[in-house]
């Protein structure tokens, strides 16, 4: 059932040029990049059990090397830009993991990381080459050996097809050896470190993939939205991926992308409620959290065997609809 349900969400993304207007289009593959954003930060809080309030400084590093490579008409040399916006992520959080994560943990990491975003997001705004407040607009999008995919829809599933590589590739480490060892980290790190792991080495490496990955969604990003500044950094950026795991479920690998469908679901909804939006969305996002501590997932888990009993009949019905039949 959790595949037709993938399957039949997966083509329903695919297939929304085809029949959706532009406007919802693009809300879709701002969407589509958040819910990758998320997974990469739910692999350090539902997987490591390490909260970082600043992953979209990652998201901005990479945001920003792509911009600047695009507009420098270097479109053909957009996937390479990608990898080396990974690469520049997977640095930085390798540079911070490896000082912060000795030393700090728990709610003095997230606020470390939260001051850190919040400086980027300054050094950023009083850089001239990067445009200072008004950020890089314009951005093109790339053309890859003659394929323009400025033209109609077709960064669109360029994206798509992206994000889903990244989706893939976090799930395989979820459900790796390293996977299984973070997940023995967050339950009890004290006694993992007892049976000889590294914790500490094991903590950076989930740092940086969670980095690189969150670089690379901003890369992806940025030919998207076609423009990008400083508040990319804000810390208000980073708690989205935080509520999407908290809303879909974080204990729950696609807990994330559930979040991020349902809050972007529910911001549609409410778009014409002019300045009672966000008033609509905090009070029924509050709701659902405190109704299912758990998420959406952890939710439709408590009442799908409940709903699949009550569908089920019972087996004295059964035997007697048979005995009433053989009768008749």
Not at 124 to 133: D, I, Q
Not at 190 to 210: H, K, N, P, Q
Request: net charge positive.
């Amino acid at each position: 059932m959790r595949i037709a349900f993938a399957l039949a969400a997966g083509a329903l993304m695919l297939s929304l040029p085809l029949w959706a207007n532009p406007g919802l289009v693009f809300i879709a593959g701002v969407t589509i990049t958040g819910a990758v954003f998320a997974l990469s930060w739910n692999l350090l809080f539902g997987f490591t059990g390490l909260a970082s309030f600043g992953n979209a400084g990652f998201f901005t590093i990479g945001a920003y090397i792509a911009a600047v490579g695009l507009r420098a008409d270097h479109g053909a040399w957009f996937l390479p830009l990608v990898g080396a916006s990974a690469l520049a992520g997977g640095a930085v959080a390798f540079i911070i993991g490896i000082v912060a994560l000795r030393r700090s943990s728990g709610i003095h990491l997230a606020i470390l990381t939260l001051a850190l975003s919040e400086v980027l997001r300054v050094t950023v705004s009083h850089t001239a080459a990067l445009g200072g407040n008004d950020g890089l607009p314009n951005i093109p999008r790339p053309r890859i050996l003659g394929f323009d995919f400025g033209a109609g829809d077709r960064y669109y599933w360029l994206l798509c097809a992206a994000c889903a590589l990244l989706a893939a590739m976090l799930w395989w480490i979820v459900h790796s050896r390293f996977g299984r060892v973070l997940r023995s980290i967050r339950m009890d790190a004290d006694r993992t470190r007892f049976i000889g792991v590294d914790v500490a080495a094991y903590r950076l490496g989930a740092f940086v993939v969670s980095g690189a990955v969150g670089s690379a969604v901003g890369a992806l990003y940025a030919p998207w939205s076609q423009i990008v500044t400083p508040d990319l950094a804000h810390w208000i950026r980073s708690t989205q991926p935080i509520l999407y795991a908290l809303l879909g479920g974080a204990s729950s690998f696609w807990g994330p992308v559930v979040g991020a469908l349902a809050f972007s679901a529910l911001d549609y909804a409410t778009r014409t409620l002019v300045g009672l939006s966000e008033i609509v969305t905090g009070v029924v996002l509050l709701v659902v959290l405190m109704a299912a501590p758990d998420g959406l997932i952890g939710l439709w888990r408590r009442f799908a065997p409940k709903l699949s009993k009550s569908m089920t009949p019972a087996p004295r019905a059964l035997s007697e609809r048979g005995f009433a039949e053989k009768m008749s």
